[in-house]
């Protein structure tokens, strides 16, 4: 059984910063392109950044030079480090891993940037 289990979410000062991370199990994370959607209500889900599985890396305009996805094959482990949070990135922070075809999902962290 594929699962997504993230972490590190919180309330945090504009301004601020914080380290997102998803740790993925049953399957082999070294094949997977890893991205961090997020969501806020009544918005669609947007996506934030990718990582590809030789390391490759893509960011929505809005998180550029704020962001930074990184991933880690021996711990299975994708990482978003975030810096410089603006009250307009509170969402819940997703994770997401695609394989071809196959597309999986982890339930989610809150971030609420806010003084």
């Known amino acids: 059984q594929v699962q997504l289990v993230e972490s590190g979410g919180g309330l945090v000062q504009p301004g601020g910063s914080l380290t997102l991370s998803c740790a993925v199990s049953?399957?082999?994370?070294?094949?997977?392109?890893m991205n961090w959607y997020r969501q806020t209500p009544g918005k669609q889900r947007e996506l934030v950044a990718s990582i590809t599985k030789v390391g490759g890396t893509d960011y929505d305009d809005s998180v550029k030079g704020r962001f930074t996805i990184s991933r880690d094959n021996a711990k299975n482990t994708v990482y978003l480090q975030t810096s410089s949070l603006k009250p307009e990135d509170t969402a819940v922070y997703s994770c997401n891993a695609k394989f071809g075809v196959l597309s999986y999902w982890g339930k989610g962290t809150l971030v609420t940037v806010s003084s």
């Open positions: 049953g399957i082999s994370f070294s094949i997977l392109t």
